[in-house]
C-alpha cells in the first residue's frame, strides 16, 4: 500500500489523475438473477477537480460511488487512488485507507443519535488517527464554524434541521483532511433552502482545492460543478465540461 498524502494537496496518480478506474465491472447475483451495475467504466479524475455524476435510478451512480471509496469491491477491472491499488486492499487495509484518505456523506446524513455534533466529528477524528488528541477538540469546532454551526456543536442531531444535520455530516466528512469528498445524494432528503447553502457548502470547498466527486439527481446543481458524467445502464454515456 502506497504512502498516501493525508492534506489533499499533494496526491498525484498515473497521468496526473488522483483516481483512475479501468475496465470496471461490478455484478450482483441474487436468486432474482444477475444485475450488472457497472459495465466495462473507464474515468479518470484529477486532483481538484468538483464531478457530478448524474443518471436514471439504476443507472449506477451509487455503485460507481461505493466503487471509487472501496465500500464496494469491482467484480473485475482497476481502481487505483494515487497509484494505490484499493481492489487489492484486504478489508482491514481499506478501512485504514478510506478514514485517513475519503470523506463520504451520505443523502440520510447518518449521523450517531447519542452523540453531539461536536462528538461525531471527534469520533471520525479517533477513527482516522490523523490529528493528536489535544488538538482535536479546537479542529472540531472548527470544522462546525466552517460550516456555520460552532453554536451548535453540543447539540444532538434530533435537536438539528436536515440541513444543519448535512452540514454537520459535511464537517465530519473533513475530519481527517481527506484528499476526495465523496457525496452520495447530499441535498436529496433537504428543501431547496438547506440544498442550497449544502451546496454552497461544496462550491467553496472545491474552490478552496478539495477533490469532489457527488451524486446528484439535481441537473441544475450538476451543472455547477466543474464536470458531468451522466450514467446509463453501468456505462458512462457522457462527460460534459460545465467551466
Same mark, same amino acid.
Given at each position: 500500500?502506497?504512502?498516501?498524502?493525508?492534506?489533499?494537496?499533494?496526491?498525484?496518480?498515473?497521468?496526473?489523475?488522483?483516481?483512475?478506474?479501468?475496465?470496471?465491472?461490478?455484478?450482483?447475483? !441474487?436468486?432474482?438473477?444477475?444485475?450488472?451495475?457497472?459495465?466495462?467504466?473507464?474515468?479518470?479524475?484529477?486532483?481538484?477537480?468538483?464531478?457530478?455524476?448524474?443518471?436514471?435510478?439504476?443507472?449506477?451512480? !451509487?455503485?460507481?460511488?461505493?466503487?471509487?471509496?472501496?465500500? /464496494?469491491?469491482?467484480?473485475?477491472?482497476?481502481?487505483?487512488?494515487?497509484?494505490?491499488?484499493?481492489?487489492?486492499?484486504?478489508?482491514?487495509?481499506?478501512?485504514?485507507?478510506?478514514?485517513?484518505?475519503?470523506?463520504?456523506?451520505?443523502?440520510?446524513?447518518?449521523?450517531?443519535?447519542?452523540?453531539?455534533?461536536?462528538?461525531?466529528?471527534?469520533?471520525?477524528?479517533?477513527?482516522?488517527?490523523?490529528?493528536?488528541?489535544?488538538?482535536?477538540? /479546537?479542529?472540531?469546532?472548527?470544522?462546525?464554524?466552517?460550516?456555520?454551526?460552532?453554536?451548535?456543536?453540543?447539540?444532538?442531531? !434530533?435537536?438539528?434541521?436536515?440541513?444543519?444535520?448535512?452540514?454537520?455530516?459535511?464537517?465530519?466528512?473533513?475530519?481527517?483532511?481527506?484528499?476526495?469528498?465523496?457525496? /452520495?445524494?447530499?441535498?436529496?432528503?433537504?428543501?431547496?433552502? !438547506?440544498?442550497?447553502?449544502?451546496?454552497?457548502?461544496?462550491?467553496?470547498?472545491?474552490?478552496?482545492?478539495?477533490?469532489?466527486?457527488?451524486?446528484?439527481? /439535481?441537473?441544475?446543481?450538476?451543472?455547477?460543478?466543474?464536470?458531468?458524467?451522466?450514467?446509463?445502464?453501468?456505462?458512462?454515456?457522457?462527460?460534459?465540461?460545465?467551466?
Amino acid at each position: 500500500m502506497s504512502n498516501l498524502p493525508l492534506n489533499g494537496h499533494t496526491a498525484e496518480g498515473p497521468g496526473g489523475h488522483l483516481v483512475v478506474l479501468r475496465e470496471v465491472f461490478k455484478v450482483y447475483r !441474487s436468486a432474482a438473477g444477475i444485475f450488472t451495475a457497472l459495465n466495462g467504466v473507464d474515468l479518470e479524475i484529477e486532483l481538484g477537480a468538483f464531478v457530478s455524476i448524474v443518471g436514471k435510478s439504476g443507472s449506477g451512480k !451509487s455503485t460507481l460511488i461505493n466503487v471509487v471509496t472501496g465500500i /464496494d469491491r469491482p467484480t473485475a477491472g482497476e481502481v487505483l487512488f494515487n497509484r494505490t491499488p484499493v481492489h487489492t486492499l484486504t478489508e482491514e487495509q481499506i478501512a485504514v485507507w478510506r478514514g485517513r484518505t475519503i470523506g463520504v456523506i451520505f443523502q440520510f446524513f447518518q449521523l450517531l443519535p447519542t452523540l453531539t455534533a461536536a462528538e461525531n466529528i471527534l469520533l471520525a477524528m479517533d477513527y482516522g488517527g490523523r490529528f493528536r488528541l489535544a488538538e482535536r477538540p /479546537d479542529r472540531a469546532v472548527a470544522l462546525l464554524e466552517r460550516v456555520g454551526l460552532a453554536d451548535k456543536a453540543h447539540r444532538l442531531p !434530533s435537536e438539528l434541521s436536515g440541513g444543519e444535520q448535512q452540514r454537520v455530516a459535511i464537517a465530519r466528512a473533513m475530519a481527517n483532511d481527506p484528499v476526495l469528498l465523496a457525496a /452520495d445524494e447530499p441535498t436529496g432528503n433537504l428543501d431547496s433552502k !438547506s440544498a442550497e447553502l449544502v451546496f454552497q457548502l461544496f462550491e467553496g470547498l472545491a474552490e478552496a482545492g478539495k477533490t469532489i466527486l457527488m451524486v446528484t439527481h /439535481d441537473a441544475e446543481l450538476a451543472r455547477r460543478a466543474h464536470r458531468t458524467i451522466r450514467l446509463a445502464d453501468g456505462k458512462i454515456q457522457d462527460v460534459f465540461a460545465n467551466r
